[in-house]
Each structure stands twice: as C-alpha cells, then as structure tokens.
C-alpha cells in the first residue's frame, strides 16, 4: 500500500513538473520579445522620461517667471523708484540740452525682469512751432542705465561727444572754436520767409533780465547758458569736456513741465532740479551728453554767487534774428536749426 501511494504521489508530481515546462514553454512563446521590441520598450520609456523632465521644467519656469516679475515691480514701485528715475532722465534734458523739452506726459516705461526701459520724444522750439527733434530709448539694469540710444531729426544736431573744439554756447574768457563772421555770413544768407535757431555767446557776464530787454522784439529766448564757474576752462578737474546747464527762458504752460511758473519761478526750479541730479548724478551723467556734469562743485557757486548766463538760445524770424549782430554784448554766434517760416 505504501509503495503504491508513493508511486502514485511521484506520478502526480511529474504530471505537475510537466503541466509548469508546457505552461511556461507556452508563456514564452506568446509573450516573449524580439531584440527590437526590446529596444522599443527602452526607447520609449526614455522618450517618456525626457518628456516628464521638460514639463516639470516648464513647470518651475512658469512658478519662477511670475515671482521674478513680481519681484521686479515690486522693486521699481517701492519707494517710487521708477518714478524717480524718470523724474531724473527727464530733467536731465531740460537743464543739459539747449531748448530741449518733452512731454512727460508721453514717456513710456517697460519692465522687464530686472529691468526697465524708457522710451521719450525730445523737441526744439523753432519759431512758434515745437518740431520732434528725436528720440530717446534708456536701458536700465534695476537702477543702472546704460547709455542712451538716440535717434535725432535735426540738421545741425549737437555732437554727441562734446569737447571743448565743439561747443557752441562760450564763456567771455573761453576761446571761440568757431570763425564768428562766417556764422553771421551763413544767417544772411538764410531767405527772409524762414525762422531759425541760433546760439549766442556773450561778451560778459549778464543777469537773464538784462538780455532780455535788449533782444529785438520780434524774437524769443527760449533757453540760458548759467555761469557756475567752470565753463571759463571748460573742463572738469580731470580735464573731462563739461558741457553748459542751464534753464528755459520761457514758461511752459503744459501742466507736465517743472517750468511751468504754478509755484516758482523757472530759476528756483533750476535750482531744484540741480538738487535732485545731484542725489542721481550717475543717472543724469549717463543720460547727458556730457560724461562729467560736477554738479555738487556747480551748485555750491551758485549758491554763493547767483545765477548769471553767458549764452543764450534764441529763435525767431531770420531778418529779426540778423538785428542780433549788432548788439555789442554779444560776442559770437552760432546758426542752429531753420525751419520755414511759422512766426504768427
């Protein structure tokens, strides 16, 4: 009996052995893969992984993207930062660039990350009539700009590197890097129906009050060159050409325009203004065309001495305008702009 059942226990287990050899032989057969299914399923899989990595980079570019923008308003809206700086551009224009203006009203701000941009039109009063004189496009760096992209429509632009063999606007005591009579030559022989833009130069030191009662009548000061008692040499303490500063002859009416004579007159807002370039003078270097502008050394003589102007920029009708050369207390002259006549 005991032979028998073990007889039958190892029959069943060789019955058993051989069911598992045929199920698997039968397993393999229909799920095995060939090498190139293989390589599929590999290829794949790593597909999928580099697709699983792009969109969680993706992911955390769109997490990053917004906090960096926020980030970067928050840093130009703090404290009015952005406002400053273009407060600071601005102004620069009008106390650097003779009868320059522009409509604040109309500058443009793009931020970036990290960064802003500022976009401005300048204009030139020539005759009765404001003409676009270019454009201005400003890089800042958080608060580092860069040196601004002009782009100028005028014939007779002031050179964007000054020296001192370029300048228009002189001293008494500074040499004339110009021949004068050929500067009065070129203005008669303008034609009568045309109005201009000319730079004179003073033969002294003279208080803005005085010169205006001897312009003739139909012309218009519209900007003056004040003394701050560098511009006899024309240099910084480095020998760096300094340009003239200076002020509108003239009281703008847009309510955007620090001159505009609400609550001071346009020699105390010069002054202001000065105050502020001081505080930012890296920013109004970068954005004048002059590269040292000494406004701390500048101001302190004006404090002590006052404003009194050199030069001038006038424009009116041409045949006015060649009354100005018989005038003795201007010493030289220099024709800027010419348009066609719009004197009304």
Do not use: C
Request: net charge negative; glycine share 6%.
């Amino acid at each position: 009996m005991k032979d028998e059942h073990n007889k039958d226990r190892e029959n069943d287990e060789n019955l058993y052995k051989a069911f598992l050899k045929e199920t698997k032989q039968e397993f393999t057969s229909t799920y095995s893969l060939s090498e190139d299914e293989q390589r599929k399923i590999v290829k794949d899989g790593r597909n999928t992984a580099r697709i699983t990595n792009i969109m969680i980079s993706l992911a955390i570019l769109l997490l990053i993207l917004p906090i960096m923008t926020l980030f970067t308003y928050m840093y130009y809206g703090f404290g009015g930062k952005a406002n400053n700086l273009i407060d600071v551009a601005a102004k620069t224009i009008y106390v650097t660039e003779p009868n320059m203006s522009l409509e604040e009203i109309e500058i443009e701000d793009d931020i970036g990350f990290f960064s802003m941009r500022l976009l401005f039109d300048v204009y030139k009063r020539i005759g009765k009539e404001d003409y676009k004189a270019g454009d201005y496009d400003i890089y800042f760096a958080l608060d580092k700009p860069s040196f601004p992209k002009k782009n100028y429509f005028l014939e007779r632009p002031l050179v964007e590197i000054p020296s001192v063999e370029t300048e228009t606007l002189l001293h008494p005591k500074a040499l004339i890097p110009f021949n004068p009579q050929e500067e009065w030559n070129m203005l008669n022989g303008l034609p009568d129906g045309s109005v201009a833009e000319v730079y004179v130069s003073l033969s002294d030191l003279m208080e803005p009050d005085d010169l205006k009662k001897i312009m003739p009548a139909e012309t218009e000061l519209r900007w003056f060159a004040v003394n701050t008692g560098m511009e006899e040499g024309q240099t910084d303490k480095e020998g760096v050409p300094i340009t003239p500063i200076g002020y509108p002859a003239q009281i703008d009416t847009t309510t955007w325009s620090p001159f505009n004579g609400r609550e001071q007159s346009n020699e105390e807002v010069f002054m202001d203004i000065l105050a502020l370039l001081e505080k930012n003078e890296d920013v109004a270097e970068k954005v004048a065309r002059a590269k040292s502008l000494e406004i701390k050394d500048r101001r302190a003589y004006l404090r002590e001495n006052g404003i009194q102007i050199y030069g001038a920029v006038i424009t009116g009708p041409t045949p006015e305008l060649r009354k100005l050369e018989q005038i003795k207390e201007i010493r030289a002259m220099k024709v800027g702009e010419v348009k066609l006549w719009n004197w009304k």
